[in-house]
């Protein structure tokens, strides 16, 4: 099953600048840049299927528009390019939607993506 910890990993290895900085549901973290991830199972099979929300807060447009395209490219495949492995899981999948929004309240810019994804434990054990 694809877990926080496959997220962080992917995440903080591809875009250091997040490192210590991605959070499942929430962060109080405002002073710096930051990743926010929901995991949402919609089903439970050998090959699983999630929606995995995350969100992108930044102070700057310009870095949030940035790291929100390197975020997509991480999770997102087509048939030119192979399932992403993340220690003993591999998946699937693509940008399903989300937006951009300026948080007036905390004056940052946070990007929802919303990501569908077919989730595959190594050696085909049911998760």
Same mark, same amino acid.
């Given at each position: ?13 591809? #875009? ?13 973290? %405002?002073?710096?840049?930051?990743? #926010?991830?929901?995991?949402?199972? $919609?089903?439970?099979? $050998? ?5 995995? /929300?995350? @969100?992108? #807060? ?6 949030? =528009?940035?790291?929100? /395209? ?8 087509? /048939?030119?390019?192979?399932?992403? %492995?993340?220690?003993? %899981?591999?998946? @699937? ?9 300026? @948080? ?5 810019? /946070? ?10 434990? =190594? ?5």
């Amino acid at each position: 099953m694809l877990t926080g910890k496959h997220i962080n990993k992917l995440i903080a290895e591809n #875009i250091p600048v997040f490192k210590g900085h991605i959070s499942p549901i929430f962060t109080t973290d %405002v002073d710096s840049d930051s990743v #926010i991830y929901f995991i949402k199972p $919609v089903d439970s099979e $050998v090959i699983s299927q999630i929606q995995l /929300e995350i @969100r992108v #807060i930044c102070s700057d447009y310009d870095d949030l =528009e940035a790291y929100t /395209e390197q975020i997509t490219n991480l999770f997102t495949t087509n /048939e030119n390019k192979s399932s992403i %492995v993340v220690d003993d %899981v591999s998946f @699937r999948g693509g940008l399903s939607g989300g937006g951009t929004l300026f @948080r007036d309240d905390l004056q940052l810019y /946070e990007n929802t993506m919303f990501f569908s994804l077919k989730v595959k434990n =190594e050696g085909g054990i049911k998760q």
